[in-house]
C-alpha cells in the first residue's frame, strides 16, 4: 500500500535503515513463525532500546500499519506471521536480564531466552520454573504473551504465576507498567493479567519483574510402563489421590513410546515394546522427596507392569530420552502434523482415552498423544500425508471432533500455544458470543485502529489449506 511505504519511509529517517530492514532476507526471515505460513511484511524493525518501539507504534497509528510482535517465531500456532502484512517488530536486540538475589525476583527485557533466564536465577541459587520445550530458543515476551507452561505446570505453574509486573507500550505507543517489583500491588485494575496471554493483541511488551523460587534441593526420576493407556492414567490418579504432587509427570502413549523407540533403536523395557509410559519427577526438600519416593514406589511396584529409577542425574537424562524423541520420531506415521495442545479435566482422563481410541479407529490416522498429567495439558498429534487429499479433509475433520469432545469434556482448545491463527476455527467452541464480544470489547477500547497483530483469534482462518515452507527450524521437533 502506497500509505504503509511512506510510512516506512519515515520509520527510517526516524530510526536509520539499519534499524528498519527492507531487504528479500530480512524479509524473508520475518515472514513466518513456525507454523510457516509464509506472508511477507513491508518491512521488519529491529528496535534497539525499548523507545523505538513507541516511536513505531506512534507511526503505525497514523498511517494504519500493521504491527505483528516477534521474538524468536517459536510459536506453533502463527500468532507471529505478519497475516496482514505491515510491519514486524523484533525485539531480539531487547534481552538484559538482572537477577534480585535478595528479592528472589529476575528483572528481564522481553527478548530474553527463557534458557537463559534460567540459567542465570540457577547462579544465584533460585529457580524459574515455567519450561516450555523451546526454551532455549524461546523468548520470555512471547512467553507471556502466550502463558507458557511446560512439564512443570502441575506443581510450579506457568508464566503466569511468576509475572509480578509488565512494562511496556500500548498499542497506540503510549509507554505503560503494569505493577511493580514488590510482592503486593493492589492499585487500580490487574491489567498486568489482561496482557499475559494476549498474544501481542493489547500492548507490546519490553521488559517484565518474575518470581523466582528456591531452587529444589534434590530431585528424584521413575520411569513406569503400563497395558494400555485406560490403565496409565487410572494409575496417574490413583497417585494423585495420594497426594503426591510430581514436578513432573509426563504421559507418552503406544504411538508416542514406539516412535521414540525406533528413533532410539532402544526398546524402553525389555520386552514390553511399545507400551505406554509415566515419567515421573519428584523436586523439593530432601525430606520431601523421600517421603514422597517411599509412596511413589510402593505405588510403581502396586501399578506399572515395569519401572525403572534414575540413580544419578546421567541415568536421569537417560530416562528422559524417550520424551524428548518422541515428538520428532512422530514424521514416521506422516509428513505433516496438527500438535494441538489442548487440557482435559482429571476427572476424565479415561472418557478421553476412550474417545482417542475411537477416533483413531474412525480416522484411520495415526494420532500419537502425550504430555503433562499433572496439570491435564495433553499434546494431541494428528499426523497425515500432504499428498493425499482424502487424509488432509480426514485431519480436518479429526481436529474438529476433537476440539468439540475437548470442550464438551470441560476442558480447553489451548493450554500453553495460544489462539493465534492456527485455533481460530475453534474459538467459538470455546467461548460463547457474549465472550467473544467482552474480548472484542477489550481489544477496540485498547488498540482503536487495530494495528496491533490484527487478523488473530477473532477472524476464522483455515491454517491446514494455506502453503507450508518446507523449512527445518532450530526448535523444530524438540
Known sequence: MIAHAKATRLLQRKLGAGCVRTDAASLYEGSFDSAKIPVQPAAVVKVRKEADIGVVLELANTFRVPVTTRGRGTTLTGAATPVRGGWVLDTLALNAIAIDGEAGM??????????????????????????????????????????????????????????ISLRGFLPTGEPVQWGTATKKFSAGFNLRDLWIGSEGM??????????????????????????????????????????????????????????????????????????????????????????????????????????????????????????????????ELGDAKLNEDIVVPMKNYVKFARFL????????????????????????NIMYHKAIPAECRMAEKTVQRLMETVVALGGAISG???????????????????????????????????????????????????????VKLPWDHK
Open 106 to 163: 529476575a528483572h528481564v527485557q522481553a527478548g530474553a531466552k527463557v534458557g537463559d533466564i534460567q540459567r542465570a536465577a540457577e547462579a544465584k541459587g533460585w529457580f524459574y520454573p515455567p519450561d516450555p520445550s523451546s526454551k532455549e530458543y524461546c523468548t520470555i515476551g512471547g512467553n507471556v504473551a502466550c502463558n507458557a507452561g511446560g512439564m512443570h505446570g502441575g506443581k510450579y505453574g506457568v508464566t503466569r504465576d511468576f509475572v
Open 416 to 470: 500453553e500455544h495460544g489462539i493465534g491463527l492456527a485455533k481460530t476455527p475453534f474459538l467459538r467452541i470455546q467461548h460463547s458470543p457474549a465472550q467473544v464480544r467482552a474480548m472484542k470489547a477489550v481489544k477496540d477500547a485498547l488498540d482503536p485502529r487495530g494495528v496491533l497483530n490484527p487478523g488473530k483469534m477473532f477472524d476464522v482462518y483455515e491454517v491446514w489449506k494455506q502453503p507450508r515452507l518446507d
Open 357 to 380: 481410541a475411537r477416533l483413531k479407529r474412525e480416522s484411520r490416522l495415526a494420532i500419537p498423544t502425550f504430555g503433562h498429567l499433572a496439570d491435564g495439558n495433553l499434546h494431541v
Open 202 to 331: 493489547l500492548g507490546v511488551i519490553t521488559g517484565a519483574v518474575l518470581k523466582l523460587i528456591p531452587q529444589p534441593a534434590e530431585r528424584w526420576t521413575l520411569l513406569t510402563s503400563f497395558p494400555d493407556e485406560t490403565r496409565a492414567l487410572q494409575a496417574a490418579l490413583a497417585l494423585f489421590r495420594e497426594r503426591v504432587q510430581p514436578a513432573i509427570c509426563e504421559f507418552l502413549d503406544r504411538e508416542s513410546v514406539l516412535c521414540a523407540e525406533r528413533a532410539t533403536g532402544k526398546c524402553v523395557f525389555a520386552g514390553q515394546a511399545g507400551r505406554p509410559v509415566l515419567l515421573l519427577e519428584l523436586a523439593g526438600s530432601k525430606p520431601e522427596v523421600r517421603e514422597q519416593r517411599s509412596v511413589v514406589m510402593a505405588w510403581a511396584k502396586q501399578q506399572a507392569t515395569a519401572h525403572r529409577v534414575a540413580r544419578t542425574r546421567a541415568e536421569a537424562e537417560d530416562l528422559w530420552a524417550v520424551r524428548r524423541k518422541c515428538s520428532g520420531a512422530m514424521f
